[in-house]
């Protein structure tokens, strides 16, 4: 596994902002101090639920093409724990909230936050991370025109995730015709994965720079490589063992994934003749595991190619519109990463 796909173990920038929003002075800063005798309350139903999930550590994609994006504004100091937290607890927030809506028992090697804390208090808690994202801006004391512009990116990366989310929840692969299955797939893929990417990028560049051109271009690389990554996702679903309870998971809720848009699109025939089996899973009559290894060998070839096709497209397209400009040779290191891992 390379390094851009390791799991992050060490304490987050997340992690320790979380820790901080729970101290007894910012809580009674925020509360008042006759919110005193309710600290430990707090603690223990919000920040340490949040925390627990959040050491659990991450691929921390996002963080990565912040941090980017920022070296490419033209910053050579670290990147501020602010910006970081703001991308990485949205999607952790996003997680939470996915969790339940999917009846996933398992998050990054544990238990989901609602079966370790209970439904409740999860949603809660995740719904929390929506709101703390604009909070963590204001502590940047940006100029209002800034903070204004990057306020409505937020809002917007949020929205835009809800409306793909209910795509995902309410669309069944099995209901479709294989004509409308890539657009869809795509359209979610552009509205979760992408629309946070593209927050993550927007972040990184649009604090530091007022450059339109170089902001524009970055934002835009930020949402194909967040496609790209969805592709990587379910494809590494399908091909990775260590990845195939979220395959089954998939298939068993009839998920519109890519490798059903790939397959619909290259190969109409097996596409019907894996929709059979597909139908005899939801039904109980067949293994997921037979249909993965099925998807697996008709394509496993199929996603690699179109992974790095994506990758490479954003990595041109941004050549083309800024140049190679500072941070370049660590976009292209992390695009050439994530294609090894794609396989």
Known sequence: MTNAMATTRTSTALSRLLSEETSSASLLQRLGTEASPLLDFWRSSLTAPLRQLADRGGKEFRSRLLEIAW????????????????????????????DIEDGSDTRRGGPSLH???GLPIALNAGNWLYFWAPELLCRLELRPE????LRRSIND???RAHYGQALDLSVRVTDLRHQQIPPLTDAISVLKTGSL?????????????????????VTDLGQTVGVA??????????????RTSKGREDICQGRTTWPW?????????????????HREVMLGASEPDVLIQQLRARVADIGRVQIEQKL?????????????RSGYERLVQWIDELNQYAG
Request: some cysteine.
């Open 229 to 242: 990554l969805q592709m990587l996702d379910d494809l590494t679903s399908i091909t990775l063992d260590s």
């Open 71 to 98: 070296i490419m504004a033209g910053q050579s100091d670290s990147v501020p724990g602010e910006l970081t937290a703001i991308v990485e607890g949205l999607h952790l927030g996003s997680l939470v909230v996915d």
């Open 197 to 217: 990417m593209k927050l993550a990028a927007h972040l990184g560049v649009a604090t530091a720079s007022m450059d339109r051109d170089l902001v524009e271009a």
């Open 115 to 117: 079966e370790l804390c």
């Open 312 to 324: 490479n497209v954003a990595l041109g397209t941004c050549e083309r519109r800024i140049g190679r």
């Open 157 to 159: 990366a949020v929205f």
């Open 261 to 277: 848009a790939w397959l619909a699109v290259t190969d109409a025939l097996g596409y019907a003749r894996l929709r059979q089996v």
């Open 146 to 149: 800034v903070e204004l512009g």
